[in-house]
Every structure is written in structure tokens, then in C-alpha cells.
């Protein structure tokens, strides 16, 4: 009788699999907050007539 071999994942790899993966979200959230932060802050600095040659006004700069 032949035996087929499963794979199986050493105990607890799933978890801390599942751990890194989340731990990562939460790095990628915030990079990318931060990144909106600071594009803000940017435009923020921008003159009136500079944002209107860009396409934009001062209410639009909440959406980034």
C-alpha cells in the first residue's frame, strides 16, 4: 500500500502566520496615513492661485 505524504504546517505556524500578516496591515495603514498626512500639509502651504493651476481648491485638499 502506497503512503501519500501531507504537508502539514509545524504547530502554531498558521498563528503566527496570520500574526505577521496583521502586523503588516497595521505597517502598511500607517505608512500610508502618513503619506496622506503629509500630501495635506503640502497643499496646505499652497497659495490659492497655486492650487487652482493644480485643478484644485482648499476644500479639496480633506479628500487626500
Known amino acids: 500500500m502506497a503512503q501519500t ?6 504547530h502554531g505556524a ?13 505597517k ?9 498626512r503629509k500630501t495635506r500639509n503640502e497643499l496646505s502651504r499652497l497659495t490659492d492661485e497655486q492650487l487652482f493651476d493644480i485643478g484644485l481648491t ?7
Open 28 to 36: 502598511e495603514a500607517v505608512i500610508g496615513w502618513n503619506d496622506a
Open 14 to 26: 498558521v498563528t503566527i502566520l496570520r500574526a505577521v500578516n496583521a502586523m503588516t496591515a497595521i
Open 58 to 64: 482648499r476644500g479639496d485638499i480633506a479628500r487626500f
Open 5 to 10: 505524504l501531507t504537508p502539514h504546517a509545524p
